[in-house]
Structures are given as C-alpha cells and as structure tokens.
C-alpha cells in the first residue's frame, strides 16, 4: 500500500509564495483549521463527524450570544443566508424595509423580491448610513413591515451600521416585525448581542470573522422567526433552501443522531469546529474589545499617520473589521495594489458601484486581530502599505 | 512571528485512526487533493484562483465528454443541482416525468414539485428499474413532457439505469424534451456521453468519483437546455440557484476574469482541481472500463464468493461504483458494521425506505478503483468483510 501521508510535501506547497490574504474575508486561517480542512474522508453520518457538527451548532449560539436561537449550518455561499431568510420567512406580498448602505442592500433587496417580497429601501449617501431617526420616520410613516433588513458591516464601504439602537426602534414600534442582520462581515468581530437586542435573524458565512474557508452559509434564527416559518400560510419555494427540509437535519445532528437531506461539507465543517473553538477560548466581549483595540490603531496609522480618507464619513461610522480607504490623489490603484502584492500582502479594490475605481479595503478580523502580536499580519500590512505609497508618490515627485 | 505550519502534527491528525470511508461517497480522497483542501487562504480573485477555477470549468467539460455544455460549479451540496435544474428550466404547469428507482427519484419529483413542475413517475419494484419499454409507452401515451429525470446510478439501491438507451427514446419520441440525469453517483465512473447521447443537463457533487471533499454542487447543461433557460417566460423563482446570476460568473472565470456574487469555496475547487487532473491523466474511456473490471471482481467475490444477494435485481442492472447487499439470514447488521469499523472500514448502511434495514452499501469509485493496485482498498474491504461474516456466523452456529 502506497503512503499517501506527505506532510514534507504539503508543507512546502503551504509556505511556497504564500502571500498574506489581507481582503474583508477569506481571512488567514490558523494552522490547526487548515489541519481540520484536510482530514482524511469521514462519513458525514460516522459518530466522530456527528459529533463534530452537533458541537459546531452549539457553539454558533455561543457566537451571537443566544439561548434558544437556532443555528443553520449549509453548504453553500453567505448569499444563501439571504435565500433561507426570504425562503422561509417571506410570503408574497410581504413587505420588507431595507437599510441599505450599498451593494449588499441592493443584493439582498433583489432576493427578497424574487421571493415575493414588496421591498422598499431607505438609501443614504456613499459612506454614510441612514440614521436612526430617518429609519424612525421610515417605520412610523410606512410600516408595519414584515421585517426589516440591516447589512451589520457593509463590506463594499466599510459601514457599520448601529444594530443595537435600530432594533430597538425597530422592535419598539412593531414588535413582530422581524429584524434581519445580515452580518457576513461582522459575526465575531463587531459587538452582536442577539438576545439582547432582539435580533431575529443573524446570516454570516465561514470565511470571515468565523476563520473558516469559504463554502458555508451560517444562519441563526429566533424563536419568535422559527414561529413565524412553522405558521407561514403559503409553501415554501426553495427546495435546497427550505428550513422545513434542514431543520430536522440540524436537531438531528445536535441530539448526535445520523441524518440526511444533503451530504454536508465535512471537511469544513471540521474546520469551522476548529475554529469556533480557538475563538471560544476568549469571551465574547474580549473578541468585540480586541476587535476595536487593534481597529483603533489601524485606524490611525490610515488616518493620522498616512493622512488618507476613509470611505466611511465619520470614524464612529467605521466598521472594526476592516478599512474602506481612497487613494489619495497621485496614486494609479493597480500599481498600488501590485506593489502591496510584490511585498506579500493582498488587500482588495473597491466593490461599491459608485466608486468602486477610487478605493481599496484592507481585512482585519479572525486570527489576524485575535493572535496579532503573535502573528504580525497588521503590522506587516501597514509596513507595506507604506512602502507602497512612499514609492508611487516618491516616484511622482520626481517627474 | 509564529510558525503555522506543522506538518509533524497534521500527519499525525491525518494518519491516527483513520478507517477507510468504502461508503457510496465521501470517498477516500488522494494525499494531493487533501494538500489543496489546505491551502492557505487565497482571494476568490487572485489570478492565481481564476485559473485554477477556469481549468475546472474546462475539465468538467472533458469528464462528462462534451465540447459545448455549460459547466456550473456552485457551492452546495450535490441537492442544490436538483433546485438549479428545477428551478432555471422548470416553470409552473410545465409537466416532468421522472425514471424512480427509490429515494432520489421521489426527493427530485419533491423539488421540481416545489419549483411548480407537474410531476410523474415512472416506478417499479426495489432493486429493478423502469424497463425502456415501459418508459417508450409512456412517452408516446402521456407526452410531450418538458424533462425526463433518471437518476443514473440510484445510491440507494445501487442500480444503474441505461442512459443511452432512455435518452434515445426520449429524443425520439420528442426531441426538445430536456433529458436530465441525476449523475450524483455516477459522473466519473459510469460510462456518461453527454452530446454522443443528447444528455441536456448532468448534475453530481464533488464528494463521489470526482473524488474531492463534499461542498460542491456541479452541473453541465446543454446549448438546448441554455436556450430554454434563456427564452424563459416567468422569472426565475430562486436567488441562489439561478442561472441568471451565475452564469456570467462561469463565463468570467473561463476568461480568466474577476468577477463576483458569492465567495466560491476556494479550497475546495482547488481539491477539485488537482482531483479532476488525476482523473483526466486518463482517457474517460479508461475510467469507465476500469471501473466496469473492478466492479467485477468486487460483484464476483460478493456473489460467488460469500453466496450473497445484490439488492438489484440482474447483474446487468447493477452499477459499476457501488454495490448494495441484503445481509445474509443470520447477521445482526450492526454487528457487521461494527466488525467492519474495527477492521478499519467504515461501509453503510440501506438508504431506500422500504428495505432501509436489510441491506449495506459499499462504494467502489474514484481512486479506490483507479489506484486499486497500488492502495489496496478494495481488497482490505472484502477481507474485511469475509472476517466480518466469518465471525457471525460462525458464533451463530456455536449456540
């Protein structure tokens, strides 16, 4: 029998020209996750997986701070989270308010509609957020609405958006109304306290904050959804996407028991087991704390130091897991980023139409910020983005 | 900065008791393609990655032997092809007939149902399959039908229907009939000619032949089943399963463009990447005909050998890529199981409602059967199992 076993091999295909991933998300992942990701093929209904899942579920809700709230863990994109929510908590003719901050408002304001949803937004300009009086007025003037979507961390402009005092007006002046957080890039780095707050919906995806590889939609709802999913009136029309098909596949593997509808993602599920853990070793309040600690001193270096402007408007509207920032004046974005590559750092360009051209964003979130001291990944990324800017203007002088 | 890498303990991880997964999928998967299950986080845009998705796109194409078939390869489990294929070709009223050989062909009947499809099945008892006569009658006395589904190889019952004989009947009787095979259990192992056959859609999953990790859903669809996707009158009732949103992704990562609507699951294309170039070191003709000789054997030792009974009911009707057994009189099922498990190999259990109790699967496919000499899997399994039977029926005579 041929050894299959070469860690010299996979070593070397690991650390050969392995530049940092320094984009809002796949993050870097820890060692021990990429370990989990390649475990050798285990049955999805063997007792160690069984158990493996069961734990990642219940661990999700130690995540964003619920009780009873219920996990789904799915093969899929984070863009499925946006189907499972309008899949089974819309009917047609609902209508559903949008906060929208930019490209994910509009993304998720299409899926609603394509479930039947009457969607209506409340816009904002490029890097601002609508405040909470103006969604306020919006509540009080159009609503009541089904529910009401917020994009936590808007990734395509760095926005935070304050999910804590609009689901209190929210949920002050309409409690059945369902508040949706889509918090793709949020969930274990921005402060979420689902209980709390009275989220009903939380929709995130593995490869952020979460410090898995991408290939999971993760979804957590609220008793109060779940009772509005069982009473739905109309079918639901998603087969894949239908909570009335995972939801017995989700308490079966949390009562470790074997189950079957789709064959789960092994592999990164293992993954992202192993990563929930690592961040569970820390209190929830210590990751939202590091997360703002290591966002502070970014932020300065971008803003103090370097003298750029965020996409953001005002700081306090800046999200703690990644940065937005415009070129300044002088420097031809892909020499930028390519200089950023040939130090060993990859940020991303802009996403948000508008002005996708004149921006690049940086992640900072999972590992890089929870190991930083260990890791260095921050310290390495600002260095370069230096080196970067003093060699295109140094350059520009010159001329 | 800390080391990540330690490769010492991911080889200890990977090789401590690991037990063979012989299941009908996950299947064992080759050291390379776990090494790129592992691969340190990579943007879903670096030029590295659109390669690397680009060749996939391609190679799909040469594995199920078609020059211009569409390749999607979405995250999800092999269930999404089923939503992807209802719900981008079916509209409301239009009429399926789907080829039932058990557990697949009643779920996919569910979800074209959902996706608003009038459905009728064809069945027939457990273990047989719909005969091409019966199928033709069909045909000319309740046609036209907008699609045909057959589940190729039923995982649940091991038999293997005759897509080039149904698919020609099909085209006969009524060519713009879209000829849909469910080939979950079959692409890369079963002899599959997509345009030599007029196939219109293929779906599978990445976890059976095509020997990588679970977590993605791959379909191919014809230039005919593009056409009526395209000319479409209703609107398209799914966000993630459509092909209106993924289908200018396919095309911009076959350019080796970037482009974006929900992060792939990078990892696990670039397993499916280095597991599809293994694959294709040989001719698809190859694969079939080695699949077909160990098969064989396999069904050789199983039914010669041990005297046992194939839940199919012909040889001729059985698939190539796995085998299911009735339990011998005398065994206690979790007994053999277990046997097998502390052997160190994991075999499953019956799938199919109506005899779930009374029968085993073993899977055959992928690198256990293209690397047979040189792993030994398939001979360890049937050690196994003669051991396993052996030691039952032995102590049941001794009382």
Same mark, same amino acid.
């Given at each position: 029998?041929?050894?299959?076993?070469?860690?010299?091999?996979?070593?070397?295909?690991?650390?050969?020209?392995?530049?940092?991933?320094?984009?809002?998300?796949?993050?870097?992942?820890?060692?021990?996750?990429?370990?989990?990701?390649?475990?050798?093929?285990?049955?999805?209904?063997?007792?160690?997986?069984?158990?493996?899942?069961?734990?990642?579920?219940?661990?999700?809700?130690?995540?964003?701070?619920?009780?009873?709230?219920?996990?789904?863990?799915?093969?899929?994109?984070?863009?499925?989270?946006?189907?499972?929510?309008?899949?089974?908590?819309?009917?047609?003719?609902?209508?559903?308010?949008?906060?929208?901050?930019?490209?994910?408002?509009?993304?998720?304001?299409?899926?609603?509609?394509?479930?039947?949803?009457?969607?209506?937004?409340?816009?904002?300009?490029?890097?601002?957020?609508?405040?909470?009086?103006?969604?306020?007025?919006?509540?009080?003037?159009?609503?009541?609405?089904?529910?009401?979507?917020?994009?936590?961390?808007?990734?395509?402009?760095?926005?935070?958006?304050?999910?804590?005092?609009?689901?209190?007006?929210?949920?002050?002046?309409?409690?059945?109304?369902?508040?949706?957080?889509?918090?793709?890039?949020?969930?274990?780095?921005?402060?979420?306290?689902?209980?709390?707050?009275?989220?009903?919906?939380? &929709? =995130?995806?593995?490869?952020?904050?979460?410090?898995? +590889?991408?290939? !999971?939609?993760?979804?957590?709802? *609220?008793?109060? %959804?779940?009772?509005?999913?069982?009473?739905?009136?109309?079918?639901?029309?998603?087969?894949?996407?239908?909570?009335?098909?995972?939801?017995?596949?989700?308490?079966?593997?949390?009562?470790?028991?074997?189950?079957?509808?789709?064959?789960?993602?092994?592999?990164?599920?293992?993954?992202?087991?192993?990563?929930?853990?690592?961040?569970?070793?820390?209190?929830?309040?210590?990751?939202?704390?590091?997360?703002?600690?290591?966002?502070?001193?970014?932020?300065?270096? &971008? =803003?103090?130091?370097?003298?750029?402007?965020?996409? +953001?408007?005002? !700081?306090?509207?800046?999200?703690? *897991?990644?940065? %937005?920032?415009?070129?300044?004046?002088?420097?031809?974005?892909?020499?930028?980023?390519?200089?950023?590559?040939?130090?060993?750092?990859?940020?991303?360009?802009?996403?948000?139409?508008?002005?996708?051209?004149?921006?690049?964003?940086?992640?900072?979130?999972?590992?890089?910020?929870?190991?930083?001291?260990?890791?260095?990944?921050?310290?390495?990324?600002?260095?370069?983005?230096?080196?970067?800017?003093?060699?295109?203007?140094?350059?520009?002088?010159?001329?």
């Amino acid at each position: 029998m041929r050894n299959l076993f070469t860690p010299f091999h996979r070593s070397l295909t690991r650390m050969s020209s392995h530049k940092l991933c320094m984009i809002p998300g796949p993050i870097e992942f820890h060692s021990t996750v990429l370990d989990a990701m390649s475990t050798p093929a285990t049955s999805h209904v063997a007792p160690t997986f069984i158990n493996v899942f069961g734990e990642t579920i219940e661990m999700m809700r130690r995540i964003v701070l619920t009780k009873d709230g219920q996990p789904f863990i799915v093969s899929g994109s984070g863009t499925l989270g946006w189907d499972m929510t309008a899949a089974n908590l819309i009917e047609a003719g609902d209508r559903v308010l949008v906060i929208n901050t930019g490209y994910f408002g509009d993304s998720f304001g299409e899926c609603l509609e394509t479930y039947g949803a009457v969607v209506q937004h409340v816009r904002c300009e490029v890097g601002g957020r609508p405040t909470v009086e103006h969604v306020t007025s919006v509540l009080k003037q159009d609503g009541p609405f089904k529910a009401v979507t917020i994009t936590h961390v808007d990734t395509s402009t760095g926005v935070l958006n304050d999910i804590q005092a609009l689901a209190g007006v929210i949920k002050t002046t309409h409690p059945d109304t369902l508040v949706v957080v889509d918090g793709v890039c949020s969930v274990a780095s921005e402060e979420l306290r689902f209980d709390e707050w009275k989220v009903d919906v939380v &929709l =995130t995806a593995s490869q952020k904050a979460l410090g898995a +590889p991408p290939g !999971l939609s993760i979804l957590v709802a *609220s008793q109060h %959804a779940m009772n509005i999913f069982q009473t739905r009136q109309s079918p639901i029309s998603s087969y894949y996407a239908s909570w009335k098909r995972w939801l017995p596949i989700m308490q079966a593997y949390e009562s470790r028991k074997p189950s079957y509808f789709g064959t789960p993602a092994v592999q990164n599920i293992m993954a992202l087991h192993v990563s929930l853990g690592r961040i569970l070793q820390h209190s929830m309040d210590d990751v939202f704390k590091r997360h703002r600690e290591v966002n502070a001193r970014i932020k300065a270096h &971008l =803003t103090d130091k370097l003298g750029l402007r965020l996409v +953001p408007l005002s !700081l306090e509207m800046a999200s703690n *897991s990644l940065s %937005a920032v415009y070129y300044p004046e002088g420097v031809v974005p892909s020499t930028l980023l390519s200089s950023m590559g040939e130090q060993g750092v990859v940020i991303a360009g802009g996403l948000h139409r508008a002005i996708a051209t004149k921006y690049f964003r940086i992640g900072h979130m999972g590992i890089t910020v929870m190991d930083d001291e260990a890791l260095g990944y921050v310290a390495k990324t600002l260095a370069a983005l230096d080196t970067a800017l003093d060699n295109q203007l140094g350059v520009r002088e010159k001329l």
